[in-house]
């Protein structure tokens, strides 16, 4: 934003700051919230400390001992942004994702040579896993948490854990890990979401679906055609006991296929075309093959009887294609109508604005310090950034205090 534009919201702006900086303890604490907040939405090439601190006109020493050494909780104030955003977006659904950051030298935490998407290769990056509210119109983060390589542990990294400040109960754990300690935060505050999304290189992992599933979540995951699944049909066969040791489990005879098999053996013929979103120019729609299937691979966890429970196959297959081009598995109820299907799915799209405004205009990316914390609490402001610019555009006329 402008100045003068940053100036003609600047009730609305007080307004939102009070709110979300209210669990902070001390009055100096909330100011500097608010500042370092005017710093981010102001325009500028860079949102590190220094420059934020020219443009605003104050000693960047004030910005960064709030954000380095100063005693706030972050989770306090994610909890009211998380609040805030489900209000405002009112999504349809929840998204998981990861996003890189690519970094020089090897001082910041989390930083090492790793694939990144971002980069589409590997580089010398952070990553950042994320979690979103999202729907069709609008879509705002509502937690993050830096991945820590494996590299960060052991004793050949403690001198760069210690000058990060890295607690010592933060350690390298998988992304697909990281996911689902954000959605029990999330789910300490009172929010859960209708449906989670997410990519690939979360819905092929068993354990990520099967964390989900205890917790009693709704999914809808993008998956390889490589992933392996039972037929509808296919039923447990009981061997029979021959009266030593334990009894035998049921088993199914059949083995399991790819789920691209499952689809080339159905037929392109046996799908529809579903329309699942008006864009600005066109329509957005495709040719899709449904089938139910029972997903196999690794660890799969039947019933006492068996069965392995059925879940949807959504395969795109679009007109001149020789075979499916994406595959999506869910545990939504059968009966769900396959617009609503795709339509979920293909909700993952919004986050890509998010990570753009995020990182282009916010200065997600911008962050100097070495601080673990800070890097956390940087994050999470530039969150509130982000939020705030999603309220505007969604109540553009909101009344403002003078």
């Given amino acids: 934003m402008r100045a003068g534009e940053l100036a003609a919201v600047r009730g609305r702006l007080e307004e939102f700051a009070t709110e979300v900086f209210a669990p902070l303890v001390r009055r100096d604490q909330r100011a500097k919230g608010a500042l ?131 607690p010592d109960d933060e350690c390298h754990r998988p992304k697909w890990q990281l996911a689902p300690d954000m959605l029990d935060e999330l789910a300490g505050f009172g929010l859960r979401p209708a449906v989670l999304v997410a990519d690939t290189g979360y819905g092929a992992n068993a354990d990520f679906r099967h964390g989900l599933d205890e917790r009693g979540l709704a999914w809808v995951l993008q998956a390889k055609g490589e992933m392996t699944a039972h037929g509808q049909d296919a039923v447990p066969h009981q061997p029979e006991y021959g009266g030593l040791g334990p009894r035998p489990l049921p088993r199914y005879r059949t083995r399991p296929v790819s789920l691209r098999e499952h689809v080339l053996a159905a037929g392109r013929g046996r799908g529809r075309t579903v329309t699942w979103r008006k864009g600005s120019k066109a329509a957005m729609s495709s040719h899709f093959v449904f089938l139910r299937v029972r997903l196999a691979g690794r660890r799969p966890k ?52 998010d990570y753009r405004e995020l990182k282009t205009a916010l200065g997600l990316d911008h962050f100097e310090g070495r601080s673990f914390t800070g890097r956390h609490r940087h994050v999470t402001l530039v969150t509130a950034a982000h939020l705030f610019l999603t309220e505007q555009r969604r109540h553009p006329k909101a009344p403002a205090r003078a």
Avoid at 330 to 339: E, F, G, K, T, V
């Fill in 302 to 353: 039947p019933a006492a009887d068996g069965t392995i429970g059925l879940s949807w196959l959504i395969a795109r297959w679009p007109e001149g294609e020789r075979e499916p081009v994406q595959y999506w598995i869910s545990n939504l109820p059968p009966d769900i109508p396959a617009r609503d299907l795709v339509r979920l799915a293909k909700t993952r799209w919004r986050i890509e604005h």
């Fill in 36 to 166: 370092y907040l005017r710093g981010l939405l102001l325009d500028g090439r860079r949102k590190s400390m220094q420059p934020m601190a020219e443009r605003l006109g104050v000693d960047h020493q004030q910005l960064q001992q709030f954000m380095t050494t100063s005693t706030w909780q972050v989770r306090d104030v994610r909890a009211r942004l998380a609040w805030r955003a489900v209000a405002v977006v009112r999504p349809q659904v929840w998204v998981v994702d990861d996003t890189g950051f690519p970094k020089d030298g090897r001082s910041s935490p989390g930083v090492a040579r790793q694939y990144s998407g971002t980069l589409g290769k590997v580089g010398n990056c952070q990553i950042g896993v994320s979690v979103h509210a999202a729907s069709e119109e609008a879509s705002c983060p509502l937690s993050w948490r830096l991945f820590l390589p494996a590299a960060w542990d052991g004793p050949d990294a403690q001198a760069r854990r210690r000058a990060c400040r890295i």
